[in-house]
């Protein structure tokens, strides 16, 4: 079974604090996201990796960074955490299309992490 | 950019009705995804189609690439089927684009 686990299931912050969310996949997956999730907006892409040390900017990068140093470990940075980032933060994975030569594959999802930013 | 529009947004019907959640899309796609998420926070993916139609167990889902629609059914529902179940397209950057969601509940 793929498993994705996050480092954390709650996360209590000030605001200005650096925080690092932490996910790591077992699966040897290529491809690794972060996503946002928010009451009437749903979930949104923050940013994607495609490989170690690749980035690529999803839909809502604005005042996140990331860092892929291992194939199996993406972490998402909030530089200075402020209000508007308390959210639901969710990691997900999957094999690169070329190595399995489909178009797209199946993502499969971390727990999740409740963010606070008081 | 890729709308996804699902409905309903809330749905409650009785155990053992057949359910049915819609969800269209604006722009053509390779793949659509029905993802699951229980109270807690934890995302299942429950189907990836490209065409035609997939089952799994109570499970049924269908696309039509051409109306730019797809719809998942559960059969004989059950109150462990109450979920929020979200349609997926992919979307920029190989991520994904999301409907806002299906909050159903079914009751005893």
């Known amino acids: 079974d793929v498993k994705v686990t996050q480092s954390s299931r709650y996360l209590v912050k000030r605001t200005g604090e650096k925080v690092f969310l932490e996910c790591v996949q077992d699966?040897?997956?290529?491809?690794m996201f972060w996503y946002r999730q928010d009451p009437g907006l749903g979930l949104r892409l923050i940013y994607f990796s495609y490989d170690v040390k690749m980035k690529e900017k999803g839909d809502i990068p604005e005042g996140y960074s990331v860092s892929r140093e291992k194939k199996e470990r993406f972490s998402l940075i909030l530089e200075s955490a402020s209000t508007n980032q308390t959210s639901m933060y969710l990691c997900?994975?999957?094999?690169?299309?070329?190595?399995?030569?489909?178009?797209?594959?199946?993502?499969?999802f971390g727990p999740g992490t409740r963010l606070t930013v008081l | 950019k890729n709308e996804v529009e699902q409905s309903p947004q809330n749905l409650t019907a009785q155990e053992g009705e057949f359910i049915t959640i819609n969800c269209s899309y604006s722009?053509?796609?390779?793949?659509l995804h029905w993802l699951q998420q229980h109270p807690g926070g934890g995302i299942v993916s429950l189907f990836m189609?490209?065409?035609g139609k997939k089952k799994h167990g109570r499970l049924i889902a269908t696309i039509n690439i051409q109306e730019k629609h797809s719809s998942l059914h559960i059969t004989a529902s059950h109150p462990r089927d109450s979920a929020v179940y979200i349609c997926?397209?992919?979307?920029?950057?190989?991520?994904?684009?999301f409907g806002k969601g299906t909050h159903l509940i079914i009751q005893p």
């Open positions: 699966m040897d997956h290529e491809n």
């Open positions: 997900a994975s999957s094999l690169w299309s070329g190595r399995t030569g489909a178009v797209h594959n199946e993502q499969f």
């Open positions: 722009v053509g796609i390779s793949a």
């Open positions: 997926a397209v992919r979307g920029g950057a190989d991520g994904l684009t």
């Open positions: 189609l490209s065409s």
